[in-house]
């Protein structure tokens, strides 16, 4: 013993523990004898530390007293190279080999660590580990941990560190559990790749919520068809709503949804799978129920049937895209029949007209043909070709001349306006000295203005000139002036002058550059404001009761407004019932 304790005095002088980062010499001989040395019989670092190190500064003692187990596992560990890690006696002096000493990091851990006491060493997780130690060398029962977060102080900083380990009872010589053995790998690397893992796995997840979400809630219909018999692997809400709602998932669709049948797409979308081509339709009708025991309503649809095709080339299902377009096509189409209509109507009421137009045209020109004759001969016998005239013969035939101008005057309106209907009048469009044209009318009109005793003022600058017809505008002036004196009592003033207001204020159908305003203003009966416009509506008369005294047909007014605008001008009235009425005609300047 007391040379042992000699060398071993002697040892604990010449070997220190080494520094961390100190080179250990491999091949290091000791002063001890051999049994010393043994169970570090080891090639590696450990081993060589091990060699060198104090033992009996420990209370496991020199080597020479090791028991015989100790020394086995000693250097069974020390020459495997899993980690492994010992704890023994009753200090739980440590003892690990090259593979464990990685798990210490490189900040020198390690160094301290061999040798060191256990609860010592470990102190930062003795909570965990000390009780698990405990147990196992109470109990002799091996322990398991897999894949354990056992953080750990290394490299200046605690370290979340993962293992899988067991401890595992080690018996002496004698029998009696005098030490555990850590068989030990860190997992922490794999648990890091499998966090992230499950990391992008969530993460995944949630994408292919978020997709299937808006798959789901797509306006679009969306399914997926499998298989040669079509079975419904996927659908999404519109097209649910497109079926009805039926029951179609994991069934043929032909079957969930047998009112499809007959309609051709069965061998649309067979063609489809055979031809690996896309099939896109665009408002294909479909007859389908949307509601349950109703009969199918029709549908007009746009979508695609698209091949799913598989890394192996085959195509296992068809992808079916589309939209319900039923109300964009049913409008469509109303409108569509709408105009038509609309069309048909236009025509056959623009054919109306023109046969009415040709009919009036006809009539009063059949009209004009035996009131010529009556005037004719009344005139001869009026000159006596038939014998002496009498006074009452000659106040009878003025009375057939008076009636038959007036019927050939209605009739010559009616033609009139007929032929302004059909479109059929021609205007002679020139530069016109206005004042001409209304000096042209007055001796028409002056035995009507004197027999009425009405005055009759004009007042137009001689200069002033318009574009006109002036056989036309001579027409409307005429037309105009005999329903001034027509409709103004006896004494009455009828003036004719210039308008003083613009062109815009007169609000002419077209806008010409520039502008003429002539008025005829009369201060006869007026016209009530609720008939100011209808008046110059065809066969319209304010007054029948009155007009059938006055006489005239209702067309005057319209023919004039016709007339007025087909100079480019236009033909408007402003009156005051009981005061008299201003009628305008706007000419583009000359
Ligand atoms: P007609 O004079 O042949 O009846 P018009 O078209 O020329 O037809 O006139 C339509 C109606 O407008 C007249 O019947 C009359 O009621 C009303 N009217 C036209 N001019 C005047 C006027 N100067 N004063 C009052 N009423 C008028």
């Not at 980690?83 to 006696?89: A, S």
């Not at 002036?481 to 062109?503: H, P, Y």
Request: glycine fraction near 8%.
């Amino acid at each position: 013993m007391s040379t042992i304790f000699i060398l071993l005095a002697t040892s604990e002088h010449v070997m220190q523990h080494a520094e961390p980062g100190a080179e250990i010499p491999l091949n290091t001989t000791v002063t001890e004898d051999d049994s010393a040395t043994a169970p570090f019989s080891g090639t590696g670092e450990m081993a060589a530390r091990c060699r060198v190190f104090d033992w009996a500064s420990t209370s496991l003692g020199p080597v020479s007293g090791w028991s015989h187990s100790l020394r086995t596992i000693v250097s069974t560990m020390l020459e495997s190279r899993h980690p492994m890690f010992l704890w023994w006696g009753p200090g739980l002096i440590q003892i690990f080999n090259d593979g464990y000493k990685p798990s210490f990091g490189t900040s020198g851990r390690d160094v301290a660590a061999l040798g060191a006491r256990g609860r010592e060493h470990w102190a930062e997780i003795w909570e965990i580990i000390g009780p698990q130690i405990e147990q196992v060398m109470t109990t002799g029962v091996a322990t398991w941990h897999q894949d354990h977060l056992v953080p750990i102080e290394r490299n200046g900083i605690v370290d979340n560190v993962y293992w899988t380990y067991g401890y595992s009872p080690v018996r002496d010589d004698d029998g009696s559990i005098n030490g555990v053995l850590v068989v030990v790998q860190e997992t922490t690397a794999r648990m890091h790749a499998l966090a992230e893992l499950e990391k992008a796995r969530a993460e995944a997840d949630l994408g292919r919520e978020r997709l299937s979400e808006l798959f789901r809630q797509a306006p679009a219909f969306i399914a997926v068809l499998r298989g040669q018999n079509f079975v419904v692997e996927l659908s999404n809400t519109s097209y649910d709503q497109l079926v009805g709602h039926r029951d179609i998932l994991g069934k043929p669709i032909f079957d969930a949804l047998p009112d499809l049948s007959g309609q051709g797409f069965e061998e649309i979308l067979r063609k489809v799978l055979d031809t690996r081509t896309p099939f896109v339709g665009r408002e294909i009708a479909v007859e389908i129920q949307r509601t349950r025991n109703a009969p199918p309503e029709l549908r007009y649809v746009d979508f695609v049937y698209a091949p799913i095709a598989e890394s192996d080339g085959t195509v296992s299902g068809i992808f079916v895209h589309g939209v319900d377009v039923t109300e964009q096509v049913v409008s469509r189409r109303d409108a569509e029949s709408a105009h038509a209509e609309a069309e048909e109507a236009r025509a056959s009421a623009e054919a109306a007209n023109r046969v009415k137009s040709e009919f009036l045209a006809t009539m009063s020109h059949e009209l004009r043909t035996p009131l010529n004759a009556i005037a004719g001969y009344a005139q001869l016998i009026e000159l006596g070709v038939h014998g002496p005239v009498t006074d009452a013969q000659r106040e009878s035939l003025r009375r057939i001349q008076r009636s038959e101008q007036h019927l050939l005057s209605l009739v010559n309106d009616v033609l009139n306006f007929a032929k302004l209907e059909a479109g059929r009048i021609d205007y002679d469009v020139t530069d016109v000295v206005l004042m001409d044209v209304v000096s042209s009318v007055t001796p028409m009109v002056e035995p009507q203005l004197a027999e009425k005793n009405l005055r009759y003022d004009v007042d137009i600058a001689s200069d002033v000139v318009v574009r006109a017809d002036a056989d036309k505008l001579q027409q409307v002036l005429l037309n105009l002036m005999s329903n001034a004196i027509k409709f103004t009592e006896r004494g009455g003033r009828i003036s004719v002058n210039l308008g003083t207001r613009s062109c815009d204020d007169a609000n002419a159908s077209e806008a010409p550059t520039g502008c003429v305003l002539l008025r005829m203003t009369d201060s006869g009966i007026g016209i009530p404001r609720e008939r100011q416009e209808a008046i110059f509506d065809p066969f319209v008369q304010v007054d029948r009761h009155n007009t059938h005294t006055i006489g005239g047909t209702g067309l005057g007014l319209a023919i004039s407004r016709d007339l007025a605008r087909g100079m480019g001008g236009d033909l408007r009235v402003r009156s005051v019932p009981g005061e008299g009425s201003t009628f305008t005609i706007t000419l583009p300047t000359g």
